[in-house]
Nanobody, 121 residues
Framework: QVQLVESGGGLVQPGGSLRLSCAAS????????MGWYRQAPGKQRDLVAT???????NYADSVKGRFTISRDNAKNTVYLQMNSLKPEDTAVYYC???????????????WGQGTLVTVSS
């Protein structure tokens, strides 16, 4: 089995910064595109940013210039550096892996359990 575990959420004041981490565990041989999504109360889950195994990135317009996604393939970990946070960034942030390959099985659409980010004074 494979698992994605997020960490780094919390309460931060407007204008502050947070760094989220998401580590994949299991007998992993490769991971394709990884990404971060978020879901605010009463709203749908939206894309925040994605990164391919080769490092190509994509961002939602609302976070461009403020958030940076990166990954460490050796550690099977993806990060989201969030700067200049705004109250509207408040949401549960979910990590996603498009495809995780183990020795015998490929897992598609793997999600973490989510980590809450609250931006408030």
């Amino acid at each position: 089995q494979v698992q994605l575990v997020e960490s780094g959420g919390g309460l931060v004041q407007p204008g502050g910064s947070l760094r989220l981490s998401c580590a994949a565990s299991g007998s992993i041989s490769s991971i394709s595109t990884m990404g971060w999504y978020r879901q605010a109360p009463g709203k749908q889950r939206d894309l925040v940013a994605t990164i391919t195994s080769g490092g190509r990135t994509n961002y939602a317009d609302s976070v461009k210039g403020r958030f940076t996604i990166s990954r460490d393939n050796a550690k099977n970990t993806v990060y989201l550096q969030m700067n200049s946070l705004k109250p509207e960034d408040t949401a549960v942030y979910y990590c996603n892996a498009d495809r995780i390959a183990t020795i015998n099985v490929r897992h598609f659409g793997v999600w973490g359990q989510g980590t809450l980010v609250t931006v408030s004074s």
